[in-house]
């Protein structure tokens, strides 16, 4: 089986995150399918305000050469009210012709019982107009704070089964869309 690479985009830098935990959690799960997973932090790469495709941006230069290089993307994105991150919008804006035709697989975070489902519903479109092809249906992560114990580790092991369909899911339509 070919080795993918697929980065993973934690998509909040707020301090205390409990996405991070999700984000590491998905690193880990993705090593062990034998995917190359590589995480970047939203916070290493933003910008405070939008420098679009079109402009000069060092800030955004890894993330260019990650995406262009991607065989398919996980995001891994908290819910801030119904709608994504500004930090991780603004990240996202600064390339637009490397999405095309990128497998990307969503997992949302949230602290409420629905898991960052009305987040996904907002950025579905966005994905879409990037010209993105968007692995469905997202794994939600609800109720995050009771999810993982002290040292990191999910208690819920439902999770590993959801993940291993989305990385499954992922080498199908990167296969496809070769
Ligand atoms: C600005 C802001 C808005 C939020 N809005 C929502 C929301 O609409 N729905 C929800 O379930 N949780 C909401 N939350 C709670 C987050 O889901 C919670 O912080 C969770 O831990 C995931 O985000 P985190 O990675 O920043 O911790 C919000 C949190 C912040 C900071």
Redesign the pocket.
């Known amino acids: 089986m070919p080795q993918l690479y697929v980065p993973i985009l934690l998509g909040?830098g707020?301090e205390?995150?409990?996405?991070?935990k999700v984000a590491r959690f998905v690193l880990a799960q993705a090593k062990a399918a034998g995917l190359d997973a590589e995480l970047f932090d939203v916070r290493d790469y933003g910008s405070a305000v939008t420098i679009p495709s079109w402009e000069k941006n060092p800030c955004a230069k890894q993330w260019q050469t990650a995406v262009k290089q991607a065989d398919a993307l996980i995001m891994v994105i908290?819910?801030?009210?119904?709608?994504f991150?500004g930090e991780f919008k603004i990240l996202l804006d600064s390339l637009f012709k490397e999405y095309v035709k990128k497998p990307v697989g969503l997992c949302a975070?949230?602290?409420?019982?629905?898991g960052?489902a009305?987040?996904a519903e907002q950025l579905m479109p966005v994905f879409n107009y990037l010209q993105m092809v968007w692995v469905g249906p997202p794994v939600y992560f609800p109720k995050?704070?009771e999810l993982f114990d002290e040292d990191g580790n999910i208690k819920d092991d439902s999770f590993l089964e959801k993940l291993k369909k989305l990385f499954a899911d992922l080498r199908w339509y990167s296969a496809k869309l070769k």
């Open positions: 909040t707020r205390g995150r409990q996405s991070e908290p819910e801030y009210n119904h709608s991150p975070v949230s602290s409420g019982a629905f960052g009305r987040m995050i704070k």
